[in-house]
């Protein structure tokens, strides 16, 4: 029997709005380049990405309470 293909990883949580100082998605902490690439990137790619967006998030936006 032949399983599905697994859904891509995604960080997105739908609170899509691009930071003009940052350059970060308010919501994920992509960059406009990674989530205009996200769907052709390897999973190992995705998944680097993914490991430095708390951090990043973190950095930019220092005063956000997180959820």
Do not use: H, Y
């Amino acid at each position: 029997m032949i399983q599905p293909a697994a859904k891509p990883s995604s960080p997105c949580n739908k609170t899509c709005i691009l930071d003009a100082a940052s350059g970060l998605c308010e919501g994920c902490g992509r960059t406009r380049n990674e989530i205009a690439l996200w769907g052709s990137m390897t999973e190992p790619q995705r998944r680097a990405v993914m490991a430095g967006l708390n951090e990043r998030l973190r950095r930019a936006f220092p005063n956000r309470v997180a959820p």
